[in-house]
């Protein structure tokens, strides 16, 4: 499962050479920066609209979708999504947190 | 890198046991869905805002601070992250996807 | 010009009578608050979007959009949009800004 | 209550003279633009919390600081808001618009 970002992360590379007539990535690229903003503008209300709900399906479907089009965004930059996972180690100092979660847990 | 997710996780069910006085996770836990949604509603204001300027350090930054409280969101609703990535996997058909983006670009 | 909130009041409240395929506001009244609340998210998104590119008449625009979804919210839990102005008036102190305001200028 | 956003508008226009130790519109306008965007983002999340909450006291509170920051973007880009409220009356085409609701009552 660990897999599925790398391989979404291809999917939406090759998605550049689709025709966006035939793909829904394709056509995000084609509309550009304003389009793909727009969209996560739009997951995010939903995210929190379903949070504020409660239930969890929604809030599955909608996380997936915000993830998604930030995705789409980072593909569009040419930004490779590793970099956020470094940044996300590096800001919260993932190894040592998990090492003082589990200290704190026994 | 691939762990990132899988260690964050971690740390964020190790900090329902943690002071909400030394923790922001936990702070953030006390506070409550509306805090929490509120903090998700920011981040992707930022993310918008980031985008738009072209920075790509910020989007980097802007998308590791939505990630990150987009999954302590699915902590505080005890939802294993791992039904995000299924759903990815699920909706987007990853696996089919990669071998006919692979066959597009052949 | 300063009763167009007043009259896009009784055009909103005249709309609950109005069949929702005729009718944008009757068709948002219809899909209910979830609804709703994802157009204020996304014009609120579009505001952001338009903000941070600095053209002035995406920004006159954008602003329109929100302010007329946020007559919508008003209108459809039945609640009288002078009451926020009220609350402005209220809460900023209108009057006493404006005597404030007008003697820092003098 | 009418010359409430007329009220307000002169406030922000005489901020503009104010120090930013002294006023918050002034410490908004100092900070710039995105500071102005990130505030309009976090109103927006916070009237579709109170939105789906269905409290009305706070969908009006929440309005209140929407429109209270969208007349600040307004006044920090020199656009006189009158131009929105005109946009409105032209887009929805009220007059008409009120006639027509008034038939449809009738």
């Known amino acids: 499962m660990t897999d599925v970002l790398a391989q979404l992360a ?3 590379e090759a998605r550049k050479q689709a025709d966006a007539g035939e ?3 394709a ?3 084609q509309s550009g920066t304003d389009k ?3 969209k996560l503008g739009e997951e995010a209300t939903e995210i929190v609209i379903a949070g ?3 239930d969890r399906d ?3 479907y909608e996380t997936a979708d915000l993830w ?3 995705m789409v965004l980072l593909a569009h930059n040419n930004i490779d999504y590793q970099l956020v ?3 996300l180690d590096r800001r919260f100092g993932l190894s040592g947190l998990t090492e003082k979660a589990n200290r704190t847990k026994s």
């Open 27 to 29: 056509s995000l690229y």
């Open 23 to 25: 793909s829904y990535v």
């Open 36 to 38: 793909i903003l727009k």
């Open 85 to 87: 996972l470094e940044e």
């Open 10 to 12: 291809t999917v939406l």
């Open 68 to 70: 998604f089009h930030s």
């Open 52 to 54: 504020k709900g409660g």
């Open 58 to 60: 929604e809030i599955i």
